[in-house]
């Protein structure tokens, strides 16, 4: 075998996996069964340092997240800033309990055992569905269901199927 880059008059003990050259046992260092001269770990190292350090600038720069409720009920601000600006009456988001889009999934998927049912509190339709499952004609009648539910209004949805559906006001 060749010699040692570093220590000429040492025998080499491996190649460095980073830049190919003959090492000695002073210059090796081992990791995950691979060889590598200092030069290349002190490479590998500023590098990560480097990368580091931009992770870090980035993290300091950005601005904080903000979630906004999109379908549900009015949190604090909204509430506030909709009654300031309707001369002081005091206007109302419509409360949803119950998802149109989880009960559709679930009459699709799950309609033959009533699952739907059960999601939107028809606890007795839910058991009819339950009892008769070996028919499959509660599979059927729950899949018709499922892509009813997802295709209707929001408000028709939350009228017929959700009781603790508050309408805006």
């Known amino acids: ?12 003990v491996g190649v460095c996996v980073g ?8 210059c090796n260092t081992e990791i995950k069964n691979k060889n590598y001269c200092k030069n290349c770990i ?10 580091i350090e931009k992770l870090e600038d980035n993290n300091r720069n950005q601005q ?10 009015g ?8 009654s300031s600006s309707s001369g002081g ?8 309990t119950k998802s149109k889009v989880a009960a559709g999934i679930l ?20 058991l009819i569905y339950l009892i008769f499952c070996w028919t499959y004609i509660p599979s ?17 949805f939350a009228r017929k199927h959700d009781k603790g559906y508050m309408r805006a006001g």
């Not at 075998?1 to 080499?12: F, I, L, Q, R, W």
């Not at 830049?19 to 002073?26: A, Q, R, S, V």
């Not at 002190?42 to 990368?51: A, D, L, S, T, V």
């Not at 604090?76 to 800033?81: G, N, P």
């Open 19 to 26: 830049c190919g050259k003959f090492i000695c046992e002073n």
């Open 75 to 82: 949190g604090a601000s909204s509430s506030s800033s909709s």
């Open 140 to 156: 059927i009648i729950g899949f018709i269901e499922g892509i009813i539910y997802l295709i209707s209004n929001d408000e028709d």
């Open 107 to 126: 009459g699709i998927l799950l309609g033959g055992f009533g699952i739907h049912k059960f999601y939107l509190g028809k606890w007795f339709q839910g």
């Open 42 to 51: 002190e490479e590998i190292f500023n590098e990560n340092n480097k990368k």
């Open 64 to 73: 904080p997240m903000v979630f906004m409720n999109a379908g549900g009920g």
């Open 89 to 96: 009456g005091q206007s109302y988001a419509p409360r949803y």
């Open 1 to 12: 075998m060749a010699n040692c880059y570093v220590h000429t008059d040492a025998s080499s």
